[in-house]
């Protein structure tokens, strides 16, 4: 009796064996992500002086108008091998029309594009190649703020209101910790304090003593919402130039 018993356990498990593995090797299946892919490659400059309420990114764009990115990835100093950056946005659905290098809020709210790429008809691979691209805070607030607002009045046309030029090369030697002709006892821009720098206070409130254009009248609500912030961070974070 126990001889037929183990005869059928013996049999029971070379049919197990037999049924799992029929000998031949099968390749791994790994599911690839569906949409298409842009890879980003280039040197950014200024990548590591973000602050964490602000993501250095690559995102994607329904339309150019759109406030908030519908996906993106985190470009980090991980991504920088040998000084240059590479890293992949993929699974980029139909809907996705623009990708952008470009700084996003923490809710992904779009604030400074810096390069931008138009899929709208794009192959399922699209090499993104920047170049290198100056990054930092204050290039953000010049490409966004300074070049297409402050600047056609201080130093557009060769000539500066109140002798103060915001133009590209110009700005930050023309405000950092110089002190103010208008504003007895302040600083332009004082690093480490922005409610105590001039450009600060020109900016959020509706007067300044000694200063005769109400500037803050001139700001978009949309530039109240996201650059006015970013020249505040910009300031308390130390005022770098790059």
């Known amino acids: 009796m126990k001889k037929h018993l183990f ?7 070379v049919f197990l064996f037999s049924s799992c593995d029929d000998g031949r090797i099968y390749p791994e299946t790994n599911a690839l992500p569906e949409g298409r892919t842009v890879l980003l490659e280039g040197e950014l400059i200024g ?3 973000w602050p964490s309420d602000y993501r250095v990114s690559i995102a994607g764009f329904e339309g150019a108008d759109d406030e908030y990115a519908d996906m993106s990835k985190v470009i980090s100093s991980s991504d920088v091998v040998n000084g240059k950056v590479s890293i992949e946005l993929s699974g980029i659905k139909e809907n996705i029309t623009l990708v952008r290098l470009c700084i996003l809020d923490r809710l992904r709210k779009h604030i400074v594009t810096f390069k931008e790429v138009d899929l709208s008809k794009a192959e399922e691979f699209v090499k993104m190649d920047v170049g290198t691209v100056d990054i930092s805070m204050l290039n953000a607030i010049q ?19 109140a002798g103060l030029y915001l133009t590209e090369g110009k700005s930050y030697g023309a405000l950092v910790d110089v002190d103010s002709k208008k504003v ?5 821009v004082a690093p480490g304090a922005s409610s105590n720098s001039v450009l600060h206070m020109v900016l959020n409130q509706q007067s300044v003593e000694g200063i005769s254009m109400a500037h803050y009248d001139l700001v978009s609500e949309k530039n109240k919402m996201t650059i006015l912030p ?6 308390n974070y130390g005022a770098k130039e790059k």
């Open 184 to 188: 007895e006892g302040k600083k332009l």
């Open 230 to 235: 970013l020249i505040d961070s910009w300031i």
């Open 47 to 49: 990548l590591e002086n």
């Open 143 to 161: 490409v966004s703020y300074f070049n297409t607002t402050c600047a056609n009045c201080h130093g557009a046309s060769n000539r500066a209101a």
């Open 7 to 13: 005869i059928l356990f013996l049999g029971l498990v």
